[in-house]
């Protein structure tokens, strides 16, 4: 499941911010809280984390949005798109809405999350599955099975 063809670009549902991505992702989940669920009217969010330095706004100007908890969430200012989250604590890195890439199939979900809050009816392709979040020591055996997921 690599990813190829970078760098990628992406963008919002009306095209007025676009972005680029130019290294793969050290992860890709699927989010099934229920924060997530209404902030994409969907069963879950698709996320890719990307390097910061991989991550660039190409055009127009995202608006932080969500709750304005301690991540910052941005949107376009035009039609809203949840465009991707600056997690806080890890600034190295930009959490992509996997589904906005313009080749959004290879950003298959590696690993899920909030699984207690799952609706009863969706499923994912996901190898890794978490009740809420993964625990701080298991993100090295998860980054470490993604790059091996992911070299194939």
Sequence with gaps: MSINNLPQEGSCRCNQVRFSVSQPPVITMACHCTGCQKMTASAFSLSALIPASAFTVTQGCPVIGGLHGVDRHYFCPHCMSWLFTRPHGIDEFVNVRASL?????????????????KLPWASTPARESFAQLPAPQDFPRLLQAYAEFSAR
Excluded: C, G, H, I
């Design 101 to 117: 890439l313009d080749n959004a199939r290879e950003y298959v979900p590696f690993m899920e999350t909030w699984t207690s809050e």
